[in-house]
């Protein structure tokens, strides 16, 4: 297949490198012709530009992977409607394709993916959606030819999808962030926490986070949650709260108690 | 060694377990007899008490695992000051063991310790602090018999782990219970986040926390944030804003921008 994409940044590096071996990325298009450079540089044989009107009308796939609030603006500009159109990101629906593209889909990466750090595609979970579904099982063909793990996932399915990814894994690493810091106070790394990461994580994957929780907050142990924000900056102390009130709500154990 | 456990739970069941095996712990006080048999089940040979009045006076070291507000309790219960005396608590200072005995210290296994769970104690990092420098290398040569890694750590170092310990697994735990929750409402198992959790994790591990942060909040995208706040329940909204004011001002990223 003819594949054309719409982007030159992290997720269309690594997807386009991808794709290109078992189909054919004939052109990418990024606003910075050196970004298009740069991308087709990594690839079989793909031209480069930085105009949309040149953008190929007899490809097979048009795979758009810009920021989120530029998808639409790059349909506009885009002067045929053949071929079909995918969209790689989380939270945008399937309609801002649809709106103008007969055939349209989506093709979701649940990875965090940065142009300079090798992934694994194939461990990559793929969420597909497609307008009908001649196009939901060709683009499941594409995915299942560059990961082992591909689910369909309409755009509801697809949003919650990314906002828990925010929660259980951008959120998370802030917490790291400041457990990093704190530790650098009392000259340790952050190193010395990675055995008990795993533990929690192993323990989160075989019962189930909502089973596996620990902690003072889980055990409504005040004196150390109040010694806990004593030992705090404002801003943590203020977020140590909010997530230990969260987790005794949960739980239903009562802040007034003791 | 002989060593006597004051305390049956999690950490004392994992501990004398281990410290069995090289040394003999010949005694177990529980206030509920039959958690004192419990574990005397799984030692060599230890006698099991519910009275603090009948601890073996003449053992070589002290083991007080018990809740944090019941340490100083049993301290001032205890008829004799001879032997090391040391506690197992994150947040609990040496104090309120010099305040009694002359020979006391603290060893502080950084762990999620489960009684029906195994640990692999050798992996387990120990945090070691004595009252003089004799006691200090007496209990890192009985921590070394348990762990490979072992630390000093005073008091103050050892608050600061466990607030670190707070941040970087139990309230990691809970917002991978939050996302376990999202999921759910998708019709999707927690499992699937496991790949990118893997990922994050290891970013966090060999760069740094604060260099691998990405996401929403970390691109300053507002759009996104107020989308996913809006699919939100009352208190997860709350959370996600206060986590992603925390995140774009760590990253002087102004909300107020756009």
Redesign the interface.
């Known amino acids: 297949m003819r594949v054309v994409f719409i982007g030159a940044g992290n997720v269309a590096t690594h997807l386009a490198q991808s794709i290109d071996q078992t189909h054919d990325v004939v052109q990418v298009y990024s606003r910075h012709i050196q970004n298009a450079f740069a991308l087709t540089n990594l690839l079989k044989q793909a031209a480069a530009t930085d105009n949309l009107q040149e953008i190929f009308p007899n490809a097979d796939i048009y795979i758009v992977s810009v920021?989120?609030?530029v998808i639409s603006q790059i349909v506009n500009e885009i002067n045929f409607t053949s071929g079909l159109w995918v969209h790689t990101s989380g939270?945008v629906s399937i309609d801002v394709l649809s709106a103008k593209f007969e055939r349209c889909g989506v093709v979701y990466p649940?990875?965090?993916l940065?142009r300079n750090?090798d992934?694994n595609m194939s461990?990559?979970?793929f969420f597909i959606e497609g307008i009908d579904e001649d196009t939901e099982k060709l683009l499941v063909e594409v995915a299942k030819s560059l990961s082992e793990?591909v689910?369909i996932?309409n755009s509801?399915?697809r949003?919650?999808?990314?906002?828990?990814?925010?929660?259980?894994?951008?959120?998370?690493?802030?917490?790291?962030?400041?457990?990093?810091e704190?530790?650098k106070?009392?000259?340790?790394n952050?190193?010395?926490?990675?055995?008990?990461?795993k533990?929690?994580?192993d323990?989160?994957?075989k019962v189930?986070?909502?089973e596996?929780?620990?902690?003072?907050?889980?055990r409504g142990?005040f004196?150390?949650m109040q010694?806990?924000e004593e030992?705090?900056s404002n801003?943590?102390a203020?977020?140590?709260r909010?997530?230990s009130q969260?987790?005794m709500?949960?739980y239903n154990i009562d802040y007034e108690q003791d």
């Not at 106070?185 to 340790?188: D, E, N, Q, R, W």
């Not at 952050?190 to 990461?197: G, K, Q, W």
């Open positions: 920021k989120d609030d939270s649940l990875q965090t940065s750090v992934v461990e990559v979970p793990t689910y996932a509801l399915q949003s919650k999808l990314h906002v828990a990814a925010v929660f259980g894994c951008n959120f998370v690493n802030y917490l790291w962030a400041q457990a990093d704190i530790l106070t009392a000259g340790y952050f190193e010395i926490l990675l055995p008990l990461i533990v929690t994580l323990k989160a994957y189930s986070p909502i596996g929780q620990t902690g003072p907050a889980r142990d004196r150390i010694f806990h030992m705090l801003d943590d203020k977020l140590y909010i997530l969260g987790i709500k949960k």
